[in-house]
């Protein structure tokens, strides 16, 4: 068993982590970071698989995520567009599949009315403190209704209600809409500055990293060199109020401070001794995982653009809701990508390796044609069975939890301090939002180091 003395020791080498880590060491602190896996990057691993290289978790930056952009800056990787020219795709409930660019093509009663809603949460979402969504005047309110009933109460038309559903629901925190509540679809809305920026892919979708998103944990860690520790889940923290003792299979790190760097729902892997606050053991059973099927169909070529069509398709009662071109910058061939949420990922996982590729290429084939059946690569990023996250995109409260113990979120326990984009203000459960939680973490331990 290696025994490192360290000012602080960080569990998980994801982006946020590996953030915090960075900041605490140009600020002269020594650091140690403990890594589950054998790689570094988390939820942002860009892969080859079968010749192809993927994007098998996070990969699209959007305008507004100023510490993203600027840490990709930093770190000298540069940017490209997302393919997004010619026609989108749209499939009605009744299985019509039709063609469009601009509002979706449903009766213009249902567009007046998908409008209607997203002015409605716009107007919510410009009074709303991204920061303390608990202290809204009317926190405890929205918070005991559900996204779902919310919507049934605005409006009686269902496609509007499904369309408007969809961007929080399938789209972002990737549960069911009776699971969560009003408020953490406005905290949803707000961390990406609007609801209006929600529902446009052209904003949310931008950019692309060149050589994939996971050059940023990746040359974080670089930085980091011999400090980053691989294949070490940490697995107890012993801690008093002015140290703290990470033990992993190899490694016993004794710290001032640790950095539980980790998704909320896998503190619980991690033995505390003593044992947490009851109110930080009670917060965190109210956070769980959302679920979301990444499927990746690698074509000879981008066969969907020479009809004009753009590659992005809806289809709100489809079981591949959401589809987009996916092509990496330089790519000969083309890349669909599409998305399953929640109860249809569940369905999707019931069935068997070969029924499940046969049912989702079909989707893609209802969108862009059977050409879509033939890929020349096929994969699916499940994250729900990876054991070092259990889930996708991220995080949320369930129904009453976040104005109940969202102001405890961040708060450290003694020496241990928590950080993750899934506990992120702007940019919640995005990378932009696991950067700024990483350097605010950083910052608070520097400036506690220095006697402030
Ligand atoms: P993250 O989970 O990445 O890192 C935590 C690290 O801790 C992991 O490396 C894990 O192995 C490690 N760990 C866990 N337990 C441990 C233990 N006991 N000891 C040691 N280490 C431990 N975002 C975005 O901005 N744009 C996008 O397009 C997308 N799309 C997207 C798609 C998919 C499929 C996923 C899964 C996610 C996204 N996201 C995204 C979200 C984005 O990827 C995510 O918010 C951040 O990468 C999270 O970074 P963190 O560092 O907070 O956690």
């Known amino acids: ?96 599949v039709s063609r469009f660019d601009g509002d979706f093509p449903v009766e213009v009663s249902t567009q007046k009315e998908v409008q209607r809603l997203i002015d409605t949460m716009d107007e919510l979402v410009a009074g709303f403190d991204v920061q303390a969504p608990w202290a809204h005047p009317k926190a405890s309110e929205f918070d005991s209704i559900s996204w779902r009933d919310w919507l049934a109460e605005q409006t009686d038309d269902r496609e509007a209600r499904t369309l408007v559903s969809i961007f929080i629901a399938d789209g972002m925190l990737t549960k069911p809409a009776h699971t969560f509540s009003l408020l953490q679809a406005l905290l949803m809305a707000a961390s990406a ?25 990746l040359r974080l860690a670089a930085r980091l ?15 008093d109020e002015n140290s703290v003792t990470v033990v992993s299979d190899a490694l016993t790190v004794r710290a001032r401070h640790a950095i539980v760097a980790v998704p909320p729902n896998l ?41 004009g069509l753009s590659g992005t398709a809806f289809g709100p009662h489809m079981t591949l809701h959401e589809a987009y071109d996916n092509t990496s910058l330089g790519s000969t061939g083309g890349t669909l990508v599409g998305f399953v949420s929640d109860a249809k990922a569940d369905a999707m996982l ?14 893609f084939a209802t969108y862009f044609g059977s050409q879509a059946l033939n890929p020349i690569v096929y994969f699916e990023s499940d994250w729900a069975s990876e054991e070092w996250t259990r889930g996708a995109y991220a995080a949320s409260f369930d129904l009453g939890g976040l104005s109940r113990y969202g102001a405890a979120l961040r708060t450290p326990v003694g020496p241990i301090h928590w950080s993750t984009s899934d506990l992120a203000a702007e940019g919640f459960q995005h990378v932009d939002g696991a950067i700024r939680v990483g350097k605010e973490t950083a910052a608070a331990i520097a400036a506690q180091q220095r006697g402030e």
């Not at 800056?73 to 020219?85: A, H, I, V």
Request: proline share 4%.
């Open 1 to 96: 068993m290696q025994e490192i003395e360290t000012d602080v020791v960080v569990i998980g080498a994801g982006a946020s982590g590996l953030t915090a880590a960075n900041t605490l060491m140009a600020e002269g602190l020594s650091v140690t970071v403990l890594e589950a896996r054998d790689r570094v990057g988390g939820r942002l691993w860009t892969d080859i698989i079968d010749g192809a290289t993927l994007e098998l978790g996070g990969q699209w930056v959007s305008p507004d995520q100023t510490a993203l952009l600027a840490m990709i800056d930093e770190l000298g990787l540069d940017t490209y567009s997302r393919y997004r020219e010619g026609e989108s795709i749209y499939v009605a409930e009744s299985g019509t």
């Open 350 to 363: 019931a069935l068997n390796p070969q029924d499940r590729r046969a049912h989702l290429l079909e989707c």
């Open 267 to 307: 503190y619980a892997r991690i033995n505390f001794e003593p044992a947490l606050p009851a109110l930080r053991q009670q917060l965190q059973q109210h956070l769980s995982f959302g679920l979301v099927i990444k499927v990746h169909a690698v074509y000879e070529t981008p066969f969907w653009r020479e009809t």
């Open 193 to 217: 500055g609007s609801f209006s920026n929600l529902v446009d892919e052209g904003f949310l979708l931008d950019k692309r990293v060149v050589g994939g998103l996971q050059q940023v944990p």
């Open 225 to 239: 060199g011999e400090r980053v520790h691989l294949g070490q889940p940490a697995q107890k923290i012993r801690w």
